[in-house]
């Protein structure tokens, strides 16, 4: 179902979200639906401070196995942050932006992967 590498950077990316107490981690598999990535990983944190502490994280680890991303946005502001990842679309919200745009209802013809599973 999942190449080794995918699933090697969905675990890191999580295991960088969890360890910085991110909220409410989802993975929804775009692939078959969509040519701009395969996977998003959406995530919520409580604060500014929180969420681009989140996003360093999964930086750094990425960054610890050669893999960097193609680009990041909205890091100033922290309401939304998007990071690109090419095949893997990284986005952490603030609690009211992740309501407002709710990705997984947008996206919901993907499909949802289980955290365990990776």
């Known amino acids: 179902m999942y190449s080794n590498e995918v699933k090697n ?3 890191l990316i999580v295991d960088a ?11 929804i598999d775009i692939s078959e ?12 944190g409580t ?14 680890r990425l960054a610890a ?14 309401n939304w942050i998007l990071m690109d990842y090419r095949d893997i679309l990284i986005h952490i919200f603030d ?7 709710d990705l997984e209802r947008m996206w919901g013809d993907g499909k949802s992967v289980l955290i365990s599973e990776i």
């Open 33 to 44: 639906i969509s040519t701009i990535a395969d996977y998003f990983v959406i995530a919520s």
């Open 9 to 11: 950077d969905l675990k």
């Open 17 to 27: 979200l969890t360890d910085k107490k991110a909220e409410d981690i989802q993975i």
């Open 65 to 78: 196995q050669n893999i960097f991303p193609k680009n990041i946005e909205g890091y100033q502001t922290a």
């Open 47 to 60: 604060n500014r401070s929180q969420i681009q502490a989140l996003s360093n994280n999964v930086e750094e």
């Open 95 to 101: 609690k009211e932006s992740r309501g407002f745009y």
